[in-house]
């Protein structure tokens, strides 16, 4: 109700001033006329036509649409309006005058004067109170700050501008919102101007220099829609942070930054079982194999904050390990910290490992993962990604270690490529290998992670940088996206999950073509995409799918606790062929015989090898899951 009167008076006091300047309009046009002739009459200040005259402007004022602006932003647009208002007026007024008393009292040169004395006083007073706020507000200032529009009146909305007051770059003047509730309040005396479907219209009616987009919570759908039409204006955008990177620590809220893709694909933030996962994991320590990498880089951040006993980092990569250590030291200074550097498939570099630090929960994170390279790459496929696997899984099984947790990938599903094929074999290994051991070991597997290293997201943004083109592969071939810290936050779910022996597959939401991934980067790089940036496709690589799924057609998936993560029912082999197939793999990558390699993986993947072994060039689409 306060908000309704706050919005009502302003406008009120608006019409009033409006009124009285048709009747000054009205009464000066007449004085003007009159005041040519050597005897003027007596003119009178209030008759029944002067009260015509005012309700039939009035109306015409209310019908442009005069009233839904505000001086405070008076521009073009508003004096378009009054030059309308003031000539639809004059001939409403004439039409009203004429069926009163067919206009004997009104010489014609009145209603010349009227509309042009009438465009001068309503037009003067608005720009001059608009000259007098912008030069009343810039002699506060020490610098020109920027006119920001701000998107978003909510607790939002209300939070940056309460922080942009305190600084001196910006200047709101003025926010929209969907909530027709809001329309014309104010909030910290920026008024609320419209919806945000107005966003262009608006965008040039206050001379907005940026906008700001204060939804942290919005969903991708609701993001796109406000990108899009923050596009049309030609103005800079910048966002504040999602809550998710708030809550996590990564950001302030009031870091502005540019619209990320992740902030268009992105997906409705991730309810977790954070008590459980606590409990699951705090006091423990803990060993993440690969944590150096993108996975498990945010791996070690998200356990770190859950109060580990100690945290064991094992990465192959020199630079990855120093980077991870100096922020993990820098941001947790009191946790106890290790950084080995070493390969995990070396069983002495594992023993060793095990022995000094006896974790209780590994996640096995490290694994090579580029499908195109790994597809000439066999041998070290199977060794870094099967036998590395078996070899942490062993150690994690003699040194009792509580949880073992495998980050595998959708491309494990009905394999058509070296890197998928070998990833699926370690699942097979886990989930058998859990029968024989009193370790939990839980396979988790998702689709592709936004901005992760060796990723498609880092290749367009330096094509982009470059001037293009942006390579396609095939303008229909689309892949599942997730952020890196929610697939880590869903890992982290289903390792408390977990029985043993399960795979879990993460919801991954609908697909997204690359195509459309492709155009959206080029966007927000403010380049138009075949325009500035042209994008080529070259054709399907040797093992690629056009649709990669989460589930085999064997593997009858179920719900769990958690509505983001299924559960695959897991497809059982014969332990002793799986362990003659494994020692007769591990002698070929000892004598670097990739045929027998192949025929290993054939052994123990039929489907794999009906395919082709990974060797095509072209791949038969394959259905997407419903899952």
Known sequence: MRSLIAAIHPRLAVVVHDLAMVWVAWTAANWLRYSLEPNPPILTWWTPETAIIVVAQGVILWWTGLYKGLWRFASLPDLWNIVRAAALGT?????????????????RAVLVAYPLLLMVALGAPRLAYRYWKDSRFDLLRSV????????????????????????DRYR???LLDDDPALRGAKVHGVPVLGPLERLPELAREVAAEMLLIAMPSATSAQMRRVVELCEQTGVPFR??????????????????????????????????????IRTGLAGQRVLVTGGGGSIGAELCRQVARLGVEALTVLELSEYNLYKIE????REFPELLIEAVLGDCGDPAVCERVFARTRPQVVFHAAAYKHVPLLQGQLREAFRNNVLGTRVVAEAADRHGVGSFVLISTDKAVNPTSVMGACKRVAEIFCQNFAARSATRFITVRF?????????????FRAQIRAGGPVTVTHPEITRYFMTIPEACQLILQAAVLGRGGEIFALDMGEPVKIQYLAEQMIRLANKVPGRDIAIVY?????????FEELFHAQERYQATAHAKIFLAQPRSMSWDLLHAQMRQAEQAVRDYD????????????????????????????????QA
């Open 594 to 625: 990739e045929d027998a390699l192949r025929r290993c993986l054939a052994g123990l993947l039929p489907e794999f090898a009906e395919r082709g072994g990974g060797e095509q060039a072209e791949v038969v689409p394959i259905l997407r899951s």
């Open 239 to 276: 966002t504040v942070p999602r809550l998710q990177d708030v809550v996590a620590g990564r950001m302030g809220f009031t870091d502005l930054k540019e619209v990320a893709i992740e902030d268009l694909l992105g997906r409705d933030p991730v309810q977790l079982d954070w008590t459980a």
């Open 144 to 167: 020109p700050a920027r006119r920001v529009l701000v998107l978003g009146a909510g607790r939002a909305g209300e939070t940056l501008l309460r922080e942009l007051a305190r600084e």
């Open 538 to 546: 070259t054709g399907l690589r040797p093992g690629e799918k056009l």
């Open 172 to 174: 709101p003047v003025g």
């Open 326 to 329: 100096q922020e993990l030291r």
């Open 91 to 107: 001939v409403a007024i004439a039409v009203a005058l004429f069926l009163y008393n067919r206009l004997t009292t009104v010489p």
């Open 447 to 459: 689709g592709n992670v936004l901005d992760s290293a060796g990723s498609v997201v880092p290749l």
